[in-house]
């Protein structure tokens, strides 16, 4: 076998291979560029940009787990009108495709900031974050209702042309229930998952270890509870799923595509290292090689049960 061929289809947008990277974990693309190739992955997923420039929570706002991290970062961010001015020359520069992240508190909100950024050339697609669960207004609640999640899908939807992701909480008992109803609104794909809700003691002063008492665990272990949404999704859906939680080798890329996913983002090892996402590649090509497989799109949703 001569060539292999990485590349996925999210919808209309093509990514060159399936690697994305994920949002908040690279910060607009300019804080993880001096320590690797940013025109060699697929896509890059912005930080959640709000209307407003966000703070975010006091410190301390992450925390080592066993297998993962604990953060509750608050969506700390520039605003739209600084990442227009201060981080869209950056990511234009970048040969990658660029996912715009919207986080919002109201559906206005969601709907304006997509309005404002859908002329932006650099911006190819939207991730719309419901379902962050480090925020008090917002985030959660939205995550956790389902006719919420299908109004803001159906007003974005109609605010722009480009494709619309939604990323999906695992902090609801239905995600399936979520993904139809994105797909009914018409969402592009869904990604799945965002962090789930944890905590940690300070044995000694018994109090928490993050300042915001509860904060998105991810990492490692929440692999396998990724996995089963992403089956489970894959099930019942039929817009493609972007699968997220805890990938930290090529193997685990191949482990989610088969369970249903077109592409994958990276988050926590990019804080281990930046560069997995590139060094994953070769390793794709060799499996694929090595199995007989000239298209790695093949791969998705081809569990065997
Ligand atoms: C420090 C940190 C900040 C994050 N910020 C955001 C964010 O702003 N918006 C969002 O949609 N997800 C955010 N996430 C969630 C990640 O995009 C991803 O869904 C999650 O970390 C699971 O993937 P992982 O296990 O590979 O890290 C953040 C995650 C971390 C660790």
Do not use: H
């Not at 009108?81 to 206005?108: D, G, H, M, Q, R």
């Not at 899908?153 to 992701?165: G, M, N, Q, S, Y």
Request: glycine share 8%; charged share 20%; proline share 4%.
């Amino acid at each position: 076998m001569s060539k292999v061929d990485l590349s996925v289809k999210l919808g209309k947008l093509e990514l060159k291979n399936p690697i994305m990277f994920a949002s908040g974990t690279v910060g607009y693309g300019n804080e993880i560029s001096k320590f690797t190739d940013l025109s060699k992955i697929g896509a890059i997923v912005t930080k959640s940009v709000s209307l407003k420039p966000r703070k975010g929570n006091p410190p301390q706002r992450i925390f080592e787990t066993a297998s993962g991290m604990l953060n509750a970062i608050g969506l700390a961010n520039v605003g739209v009108e600084a990442f227009i001015k201060e981080k869209i020359p950056f990511l234009e520069e970048v040969k990658s495709t660029v996912i715009c992240n919207i986080a919002a508190s109201t559906i206005e909100e969601y709907v304006e900031c997509t309005k404002i950024l859908t002329n932006e050339s650099t911006i190819k697609g939207f991730e719309i974050n419901v379902s962050c669960p480090n925020v008090k207004e917002g985030g959660l609640q939205f995550g956790n209702d389902v006719n919420a999640v299908g109004r803001i899908t159906e007003k974005v939807r109609a605010a722009t042309d480009k494709p619309v992701i939604i990323k999906l909480s695992p902090n609801n008992s239905n995600i399936v229930e979520f993904a139809k109803t994105a797909e009914k609104e018409g969402a592009d794909a869904v990604s799945a998952i965002n962090t789930l809700v944890g905590t940690a003691f300070d044995i000694y002063t018994r109090k928490p270890k993050i300042k915001n008492i509860t904060g998105g665990l991810s990492g490692p272990a929440i692999k396998p509870v990724a996995l089963a949404k992403v089956l489970d999704i894959s099930r019942n859906v039929d817009i493609p799923i972007i699968g997220i939680g805890g990938i930290s080798s090529w193997k685990d890329v191949i482990e989610f595509m088969i369970a249903g996913a077109s592409a994958v983002q990276l988050g926590t090892i990019n804080f281990v290292n930046p560069n997995a996402g590139i060094e994953m590649l070769d390793e794709l090509v060799s499996y694929c090689k090595e199995n007989q497989i000239e298209k790695l799109s093949d791969l998705t949703a081809s569990y065997v049960l």
